[in-house]
């Protein structure tokens, strides 16, 4: 099209060259076509670009890690930040994946409830997944719940046979598990290392509920084997080909701490990018919802 435009005006082009007035507004509005014509290609791509990111389904991603203290190999469900999002009729996309991939235990690393929006759909997914041991711990939008109604849907969720997990943990003996609930710290960690790891009180394989993952050196120095983490929506835009979120609380621009298993040094951390659907009005881009499973196997 752009070189169509061009070979029609290349006669008047050459008269504008000597100077020819009239040709001076032609060329002036070939110009001005042009440039609509190149405005409206880029927004159409630019749409279209957008478009191709929204999540189209839900991820299912799998890790493993090795640990001589486990019993038994042992694959934990990661279910982050579903904000009270619903995944079809008694959230079935969510619970069909659970299910096919079998896990031994559920952990809900917090913000499964938004306080925003009607908690029914996160009791909904916590009643269907009731035949599986799950253990919670509170995020930041359930934190800015009032006193009261934080409570009662505390309360909600141990009639539903939940582990609510509050600066305490659970051992599960059968796995060689220990699990600890941190509460959701602020914007900097307000507990000591040293009182993170005395929620511990055995030395099973100890895995750490926390929902901020941006404490890298505090989490470093907590006695535990793994630190598992939401919160950071992946970055909620990621860039294609190169999976890098785009932004996250407290860390910014292009984080690190947003998504996937990363190696701390003494211990690791699993950050999921979470189930929500959309942050407020801004969707995912390049960053379907995620599940994830972490098989801790006997080395
Ligand atoms: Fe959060």
């Not at 079998?102 to 925003?116: F, H, N």
């Not at 992946?234 to 990363?262: M, T």
Request: aromatic share 8%; net charge positive.
């Amino acid at each position: 099209m752009l070189l169509k435009t061009l070979a029609a005006s290349a006669p008047c082009l050459m008269r504008w060259m000597t100077d020819d007035a009239a040709c001076h507004i032609m060329v002036q509005k070939i110009i001005i076509n042009m440039n609509k014509k190149i405005i409206t290609a880029c927004m159409t791509a630019a749409g279209a670009a957008a478009a191709a990111g929204l999540p189209f389904r839900i991820d299912e991603t799998f890790y493993r890690i090795a640990a001589p203290e486990i019993k038994h190999q042992t694959r934990i469900c990661v279910l982050s930040d579903l904000h009270s999002s619903t995944f079809g009729k008694n959230q079935k996309h969510i619970v069909e994946r659970v299910h096919r991939a079998r896990p031994d235990l559920i952990v809900m690393p917090g913000d499964i409830i938004d306080d925003k929006k009607d908690s029914g759909p996160a009791f909904e997914l916590v009643s269907e997944l009731g035949d599986y041991p799950l253990f919670y711990v509170e995020g930041n939008h359930e934190r800015r719940m009032t006193d009261d109604v934080r409570i009662r849907q505390k309360q909600k969720l141990k009639d539903l046979g939940v582990h609510v997990l509050e600066d305490n943990s659970v051992i599960i003996e059968t796995s060689g598990i220990e699990i600890a609930g941190l509460h959701s710290m602020h914007h900097q960690p307000d507990c000591t290392p040293d009182r993170a790891s005395q929620l511990f009180s055995s030395r099973w394989f100890r895995i750490l509920l926390s929902h901020r993952p941006w404490y890298p050196e505090f989490y470093s120095k907590v006695d535990c084997d793994l630190i598992i983490s939401g919160h950071a929506h992946g970055g909620q835009w990621r860039i294609p080909f190169i999976n890098q979120g785009i932004y996250a609380p407290q860390e910014g621009l292009f984080p690190k701490f947003a998504q996937g298993l990363i190696d701390l040094g003494p211990n690791s951390i699993l950050i999921s990018r979470g189930l929500n659907r959309r942050k407020y009005f801004i969707p995912r881009l390049y960053n379907n919802p995620e599940i994830c499973y972490i098989d801790i196997i006997k080395n």
